[in-house]
């Protein structure tokens, strides 16, 4: 952790608007780029980081008011997201995926469960993980009694050993029905290996775990009325809302790249000897690629701003989602995923161009922000969101709700 002192957030009020909130993450993105370079360097797990994010009462952004959250809604809670991932991919990527999981009550569950999850989850300030990746076989799930027990095995869950709670999900034992339900992360039977050891996003603590007869009550299964699940289309607004997350990761790694980059610039880029310039912040090319590529990342994210716009009108009123609002949703989502991940690439690409040979150098870290998104962004084919486009302007196809579209 940093060895800058935070600020003492337990002195200043909460937070009460968007922008209030957006000032926060600032303060928080702040602490964490002083030693940003030396935290992926050493890759080791961010406790210290986590409790910063509770410190802060990041964590707590979309709880109810009434029991010590936010109150905001997933326009903030992006713009948040985007904010920390400019100083660290990885604290980003798991604040992202906190959001998500502290949702995911409220995404599937009954009235009842949300209501409870959420507020507990605000007045104690839990950080969630998930245990839960469709590519792998599906986790197993039998009744026992009053109980649900889960058994098998994820090759990633984001958050790992730093959550308090844990969503799994799982597939009834010789059946098609998923189930979700929230957890203590030190229950039973629940163990998270350290076997993430990747390029980038190297302290997300995205490392396999296994469930090895994990028990929790029926009534924690959630959207389950008497056993039986009671379905929404707002239950397949799962993709398009941590699609979004990705999106505003991936900007946020860009716009942090390029203020580094920037300020490298200013100090210690020296001007090519045969340009005829005593600056590098006169050099034409230097300013036209900072131009060019500072003009496509204002361009995306101003679509990701439109985009989580018209999203938070679904999150408004979830029972009035149809299949056609949603649809129509997930290809907005799928060309602003697209767009951010071709401009993040490039920006963390062409950085090197601006600031020079020197500025490869180990110390300054200036790589962390390409591995980060190119780390990342394999999380599901780009072409496959292009696709989702190109069929829907073509054909007016919506995208069938999978987990990945």
């Not at 949702?103 to 839990?126: C, D, P, S």
């Not at 998923?178 to 076997?195: I, N, Q, R």
């Not at 056609?324 to 401009?343: I, L, M, N, P």
């Amino acid at each position: 952790m940093s060895t800058v002192t935070p600020p003492d957030f337990t002195t200043r009020p909460t937070p009460r608007t968007a922008a209030d909130w957006i000032a926060r993450a600032g303060e928080v993105a702040a602490v964490l780029a002083t030693d940003a370079v030396e935290r992926d360097r050493a890759g080791a797990t961010p406790y210290a980081e986590v409790q910063l994010l509770k410190d802060s009462g990041l964590v707590t952004l979309l709880g109810p008011v009434a029991h010590g959250g936010g109150g905001q809604d997933w326009r903030t809670a992006y713009r948040v997201v985007r904010e920390i991932s400019k100083a660290d991919g990885s604290i980003g990527q798991l604040l992202g995926y906190h959001y998500l999981w502290n949702w995911a009550a409220r995404l599937v569950g009954t009235r009842e469960q949300w209501e409870h999850i959420e507020a507990e989850a605000a007045r104690n300030r839990w950080f969630f993980g998930g245990a839960v990746n469709p590519r792998d076989k599906d986790v197993v799930v039998t009744e026992d009694g009053d109980d649900l027990v889960f058994t098998g095995h994820k090759t990633f869950s984001t958050g790992s050993k730093v959550p308090d709670v844990t969503v799994l999900e799982g597939v009834f034992e010789g059946t098609d029905r998923h189930v979700f339900a929230v957890v203590p992360s030190d229950s039973e039977g629940l163990t998270f290996h350290d076997d993430w050891d990747n390029i980038g996003q190297r302290l997300t603590e995205s490392g396999s775990v296994t469930l090895d007869g994990v028990r929790t009550p029926w009534s924690s299964a959630a959207g389950y009325v008497n056993k039986q699940f009671q379905p929404r289309v707002y239950n397949t607004l799962n993709v398009p809302t941590i699609q979004l997350v990705f999106v505003n990761l991936y900007l946020g790694i860009a716009g942090g790249a390029l203020e580094t980059a920037a300020a490298y610039t200013r100090t210690r880029t020296r001007p090519w000897l045969h340009g005829g310039h005593e600056r590098a912040v006169d050099e034409p090319y230097i300013v036209d690629t900072y131009g060019d590529l500072t003009a496509k990342l204002w361009a995306v994210e101003a679509l990701a701003d439109a985009v989580a716009d018209e999203g938070q009108k679904l999150h408004d009123d979830p029972d009035a989602v149809t299949e056609q609002a949603r649809g129509d949703f997930e290809v907005r989502v799928a060309a602003v995923k697209a767009r951010a991940t071709d401009v993040a690439l490039e920006v963390t690409n062409r950085i090197f161009e601006v600031t020079g040979a020197r500025a490869t150098a180990s110390a300054l870290g200036l790589d962390r922000f390409w591995r980060n998104v190119r780390t990342h962004t394999l999380h599901d084919p780009v072409a496959y969101k292009r696709r989702e486009v190109g069929r829907w302007v073509l054909e007016g196809e919506l995208p069938e709700p999978t987990w990945y579209s």
